[in-house]
């Protein structure tokens, strides 16, 4: 069963098959990514743009948020990466006519891959739907800017309430414009500030929280490179994080062990075959010292028992770090001594040899840090599972002490920045105080909503005005078709982007798509030649200037957008200098030294250091914790794990090594062995055989919901592969069809997209 795309968009649904493999980066890595930056920018471009990238004197990759050590190598930059600078330096155009040609419908009935590949968006852009032009042909067409400002402050005055707004946010956006915006947005009376990490990392900053005080990662590169053992848990670097395997390997070189827990085996974590060296070209570097290949959703499980068997080892426990530093001891240790091992190994599918293994590596370590990712993060239970590894490094007092703590690996490149200024529907009353207090306004303390609900409040006629500053947010979030209904009964959408992506074609009445500078592009404002700042994953703030000149001549920058718009909805009544703000960033980073702390100086500190500075980290660098009870908290959950029913799977979401986030760079998953296309399904080869599912047939995934609920996503060829037994999957965006908007993790409200219970029927019945 192959589908039969529109003219000009590849077949999805018919890969080449091939085993997976068990070495990545290397000689196929830069191939590819010569092959990439040549087809979008041409040799001269390429060469320029890419040596810039991750400088100290150049532009922060629009990709992760891996951060860089002081020392660079010319290329300081993965195939990945390269692919996401490829994509926004393009010399590819979508110009007015470009929209003249496609019709909206058009458009949605496009593969996202598709609509990345047309290039960047060179002039602003407004749908008016129930116009003159017959349903289903509605186009867009050119707007001035003023005219773009006036409709959006036309829409956000005529509300009756500034809570029928809403302002998205992605992590690609700068601490500067990210700042302006919740600026803006609370001086009009909302806290519904929405972000990317409500749909990631959100469960990881509710544990972290709540157990160490604050919601970001303890560790440093420095850190990893003298870690005694790196447990990798829920992640893939080699496609997530590339430059990642860097820093595991040089840990490798220095003694470390690493431990991988993960469902899949990655092949970024078998061998990594460093591009930045002969040696590592030809031979690599083996990382994984063992594999735990876990089921779906088991790690709590896992970490309870090792905390068990902590406890059960004679002077295995930090007495005197657990003494002094922590709370909550006697109620955890009596939870970790009733972990069950028959539990655990039905939890976890592991054997006891494993656990035993991984048990004394961790008993050898005296200094131990945990990654982790979406793996651990996307589930209902994932906020317990976090606080199950705090627990498992409390135990052994490896927070707060060199080469050793907690590393959650953030994706996009400033996520963390956006919600470190401000971007957080739940503000800290201390943070709105000191806004307050800097530019005279009366935040609302009431909260706000999150990415989940805001789409519920579109559904239900609660919000009106969307607003978004980057991202894809249609294609981000779960439950599609409910999603697209609910943007769709919005009065007004607002896209600030570079290049098209779903959300411009799942519209309110009135649409608009905001054209932005992206990263690697120059920002003259009226004070001069600009620059922006980021925060990296382990909080590392630093600039990022761009090289190249603007895609088209109609571009505003972030910064400049948001100030536009405020003058235009705020009028004369705002005292905020918004005009001063756009002309010279230097000035909204004065604010932020006013309001963020660990932001003092923030001007003179970068002068004195483009390559950055560490912001203040209490449990990492003093082994104080700002937490309720002035100590880092232990915590005693009951242990939770999915129970799938006979004949069903476990199905994970993820991505493909040709895509970052939401944006499709390619149809190859290259290290799964899966080439030219994406509607594919992993599954084990024995629960493909007793499910009667034969290599390369065709199904139709069906998620199963406690209510009785079902959601159906068609067409996915079947690849026998080796996951974990009795789980399952395939790539997102494709598949966020079957979560149900509701269906979120416990605290976090994070959609819970890693653990989908699925039955696989042959595709185009019923069953």
């Known amino acids: 069963m192959v589908s039969k795309p529109p003219a000009g968009d590849p077949v999805q649904d018919a890969p080449q098959v091939a085993p997976p493999q068990h070495a990545a980066a290397g000689l196929p890595a830069v191939a590819h990514t010569l092959r990439i930056a040549q087809a979008q920018m041409g040799v001269t471009r390429s060469a320029r743009t890419l040596l810039k990238v991750n400088q100290k004197d150049g532009f922060d ?9 002081d020392k660079r190598h010319v290329a300081e930059f993965c195939e990945n990466g390269a692919k996401a600078v490829a994509e926004e330096a393009t010399l590819r155009r979508v110009t007015p006519d470009f929209f003249a ?24 852009m407004l749908l008016e739907r129930g116009g003159t032009e017959p349903e289903g042909s509605e186009r867009y067409e050119p707007v001035s800017w003023e005219r773009a400002f006036a409709i959006i402050a036309e829409e956000l005055t005529a509300l009756s309430s500034p809570d029928e707004a809403l302002f998205y946010t992605s992590g690609r956006t700068s601490n500067e414009a990210a700042f302006l915006l919740q600026l803006f947005a609370r001086e009009f009376g909302t806290n519904n500030l929405p972000d990317c990490s409500n749909m990631c990392h959100e469960s990881s900053g509710s544990a972290l929280n709540e157990t160490i005080g604050i919601g970001k990662g303890s560790v440093s590169l420095e850190d990893l490179h003298q870690a005694d053992l790196i447990v990798v848990a829920g992640q893939n670097p080699g496609t997530n994080h590339p430059r990642m395997l860097s820093a595991l390997e040089k840990a490798k070189a220095a003694g470390a062990k690493i431990i991988s827990v993960n469902p899949l085996p990655e092949a970024g974590l078998e061998k990594f075959k460093n591009p930045q060296t002969a040696t590592g070209m030809l031979r690599g570097a083996a990382l994984n010292d063992l594999f735990l290949q876990i089921r779906i959703g088991g790690d709590q499980a896992l970490f309870r028992l090792l905390n068990k068997l902590i406890l059960e080892t004679d002077g295995a426990v930090d007495t005197e770090f657990v003494g002094t530093h922590t709370h909550g001891y006697e109620e955890f240790a009596a939870a970790a001594r009733a972990a069950d091992w028959d539990q655990t190994l039905a939890a976890t599918g592991l054997d006891r040899a494993e656990i035993e293994r991984a048990l004394e590596m961790v008993l050898a370590s005296k200094r131990t840090i945990v990654c982790w ?21 409390l135990l052994r007092g490896n927070i707060g002490r060199p080469g050793a703590g907690v590393c959650p690996v953030r994706g996009h490149s400033n996520v963390q920045g956006d919600r470190t200024m401000g971007i957080f ?12 207090k800097e530019f005279g306004i009366v935040s609302p303390r009431h909260h706000g909503f999150d990415v989940v609900r805001s789409i519920q409040a579109l559904r239900d006629g609660e919000a009106k005005v969307f607003f978004a500053m980057g991202g894809n947010f249609v294609g981000a979030t779960p439950d599609t078709e409910v999603t697209e209904a609910a943007m769709r009964r919005a009065r007004l959408t607002v896209h600030v982007s570079t290049k098209l992506n779903r959300s411009h074609a799942v519209t309110g009445t009135r649409a608009l798509i905001l054209p932005t500078l992206g990263r690697t592009d120059k920002d003259v404002q009226a004070g001069g030649k600009q620059f922006v700042t980021v925060e990296d994953s382990m909080g590392l703030v630093h600039t990022s200037r761009g090289n190249l000149p603007p895609a088209s001549p109609h571009l505003l920058s972030e910064p400049a957008i948001v100030a536009r718009m405020a003058r235009a909805v705020l009028g004369a009544g705002s005292a905020t200098p918004w005009e001063e703000f756009e002309k010279d960033y230097a000035t909204i980073r004065d604010r932020i030294a006013r309001v963020v702390p660990g932001f003092e100086n923030f001007n003179a500190r970068l002068a004195a250091d483009p390559g950055g500075f560490a912001l203040p980290h209490a449990p990492r660098d003093e082994r104080r914790f700002p937490t309720a009870t002035g100590k880092a908290n232990f915590t005693a959950a009951p242990v939770e794990y999915p129970k799938v029913p006979e004949g069903r799977l476990l199905l994970q979401t993820l991505r493909s090594h040709d895509q970052y986030n939401t944006t499709i760079y390619g149809l190859d998953d290259r290290y799964r062995g899966i080439k030219g296309g994406r509607r594919v399904v992993l599954v084990h080869p024995e629960d493909a055989a007793a499910l009667g599912l034969a290599d390369g047939s065709y199904t139709d995934l069906v998620s199963e919901w406690t209510d009785g609920s079902e959601r159906r996503a068609p067409g996915f060829r079947v690849v026998h592969y080796p996951t974990a037994r009795g789980c399952a999957a395939a790539y997102y965006p494709e598949t966020n069809v079957l979560v149900p908007l509701e269906s979120t993790a416990d605290i976090s409200n994070t959609p819970a997209s890693k653990s989908v219970i699925v039955r696989l029927v042959p595709a185009g019945t019923a069953g």
């Open 61 to 69: 990759c629009p990709g992760c948020a891996w951060p860089e050590g």
């Open 101 to 124: 040609e496609h019709s909206v419908a058009d458009l949605a009935n496009r593969s996202g891959y598709w609509l990345g590949q047309q290039g960047r968006i060179t002039q602003p």
């Open 425 to 436: 529907e739940r503000p800290a009353p201390a943070f709105l105080d000191a806004l307050d």
């Open 373 to 393: 990712a979406m793996g651990l993060t996307q589930h209902k239970h994932s906020v317990p599972t976090i606080r199950e590894v705090v627990n498992f490094l």
